[in-house]
C-alpha cells in the first residue's frame, strides 16, 4: 500500500509543475482473482447441503479474503511492468514510466489509482 507522503509529495509535485491529476477507484477490484493456495470455507447461509460437515474450496478470490489484495496488487503490477512502468525504490506502490520527454506517475492505494503525468496531449 502507498504510503501517505508519497501521495502527498505527488500531488504537491504536480501542483507545482501545473500536472492534470486523475483518480480512478477500481470496482470490483478484489472479485475474481486467481488464487494461488487452497482456501477453504464453510458453506454460505441458504445453501442447503445436506451431506453433513462440508467445506467449499475457493477457485476464485472473495472481498474481504486477506489474499484478495494480494492477488489484486500483484496482478496490477505485473501488467504495469509489462506496459513499462517501473517500481520506485522507496514506495512499491509508486511506479513511474519515462517515455522520451513525456513522464506518467501512478500510485496505487488499496483499489484506487492516483495518476499524474507532464504531457497530457500524449497517450
Known amino acids: 500500500m502507498v504510503k501517505m507522503t ?7 509535485a504536480a501542483v507545482k509543475r501545473q500536472w492534470p491529476i486523475y483518480q480512478m477507484d ?9 488464487l494461488h493456495e487452497d482456501i477453504y ?4 447461509q441458504g445453501l442447503n447441503v445436506d451431506i453433513g460437515n462440508i467445506v ?9 479474503l486477506k489474499q484478495a489484495f494480494r492477488q489484486w496488487y500483484a496482478r496490477l503490477s505485473d501488467t504495469l511492468r509489462d506496459i513499462g512502468f517501473q517500481h520506485s525504490k522507496n514506495d512499491n506502490s509508486l511506479f513511474c514510466k519515462l517515455q522520451g520527454q513525456s ?11 492516483v495518476v499524474t503525468r507532464n504531457n497530457p496531449e500524449k497517450s
Do not use: E, Q, W
Open 6 to 12: 508519497t501521495i502527498r509529495s505527488l500531488i504537491v
Open 56 to 64: 467449499c474450496k475457493l477457485k476464485k478470490s472473495l472481498y474481504g
Open 26 to 34: 477500481v470496482n470490483n477490484a478484489f472479485l475474481h482473482g486467481d
Open 103 to 113: 513522464i506518467v506517475i501512478l500510485t496505487v492505494y488499496v483499489d484506487d489509482i
Open 41 to 44: 470455507m464453510k458453506p454460505p
